[in-house]
């Protein structure tokens, strides 16, 4: 039936994704209703969702508004403030895992691109996840 396998996406969808307030057993029956996933989801994606948008904000105010009222201090206190934006993003992407992680191992590596404060802040993302157990590997490699 829908509902069945309903369930049986949302047991693989947890396993996957790491959720912070919630735990779930790989080995035992998880009976998880789609309004539960769906609000989880809301949650992570709001939150997501409020980091870029506070980054964005953090980027106009600071380096288009106040830069014409005080360049050489915003100027200055730039490595600062990237830095913070970085630590944070690596906070949210180990917190979050999945997509943000591979994110943040992408701009580490863009040291072209990028500038430095950012890249050596993110580069902890590429030793710092952690690991999965291989149990919980074995059981979707099985079910897939």
Not at 1 to 23: A, E, G, Y
Not at 51 to 75: C, E, N, S
């Amino acid at each position: 039936s829908s509902c069945s396998l309903v369930k049986k996406v949302t047991r693989q969808i947890l396993m996957r994704v790491s959720l912070p307030n919630f735990r779930v057993s790989v080995m035992s029956t998880v009976d998880v209703s789609p309004t539960t996933v769906s609000t989880i989801d809301r949650q992570r994606y709001s939150r997501i969702i409020r980091f870029f948008a506070g980054v964005i904000l953090h980027l106009i105010l600071w380096d288009i508004f106040l830069r014409r009222v005080a360049g050489r201090w915003v100027t200055r206190s730039r490595p600062r403030r990237w830095r913070q934006l970085s630590r944070q993003f690596r906070v949210l992407a180990l917190e979050m895992g999945g997509v943000l992680i591979k994110l943040g191992q992408f701009l580490s590596s863009r040291v072209d691109v990028l500038p430095p404060e950012i890249t050596e802040e993110l580069q902890g993302l590429q030793d710092e996840v952690t690991p999965v157990p291989a149990e919980a590997i074995s059981v979707v490699l099985i079910q897939e």
